[in-house]
């Protein structure tokens, strides 16, 4: 099993970055590839970005392409989502997740998800 804890989450105003940093312990870190889903309020959850287990191969929702970046760090037991241009419907808890599979973009495919960081885009 994995164990994951995000962190990074916050108010930012429309046009500007934030970083979401996701923790993983327990076992190899690299075994898993890695997905970034987010909820926004009154919506279900959704998927953001994917990363394969070695990093080498990503997928992105339409929605964020070209403004969101995935990127893991084997070394460190973590994975980044990099959000630029942010937009007021931004607005969301964003949910870390790990999954056995190769990568994945649907979320009855991942088996581990963190608490969650709220991220608040003001217009």
């Known amino acids: 099993q994995v164990q994951l804890v995000e962190s990074g989450g916050g108010l930012v105003q429309t046009g500007g970055s934030l970083r979401l940093s996701c923790a993983a312990s327990?076992?190899?870190?690299?075994?898993?590839?890695m997905g970034w889903f987010r909820q926004c309020p009154g919506k279900e959850r959704e998927f953001v970005a994917a990363?394969?287990?070695?990093?080498?191969?990503?997928s992105y929702a339409v929605s964020v392409q070209g403004r969101f970046t995935i990127s893991r760090d084997n070394t460190k037991n973590t994975v980044a989502l990099q959000m630029n241009s942010l937009k007021p419907e931004d607005t969301a808890v964003y949910y870390c997740a790990a999954t056995e599979r190769a990568l994945a973009i649907r979320q009855n495919e991942y088996a581990y998800w963190g608490q969650g960081t709220q991220v608040t885009v003001s217009s």
């Open positions: 327990g076992r190899t870190f690299s075994y898993y590839a």
């Open positions: 990363i394969s287990r070695s990093g080498g191969s990503t």
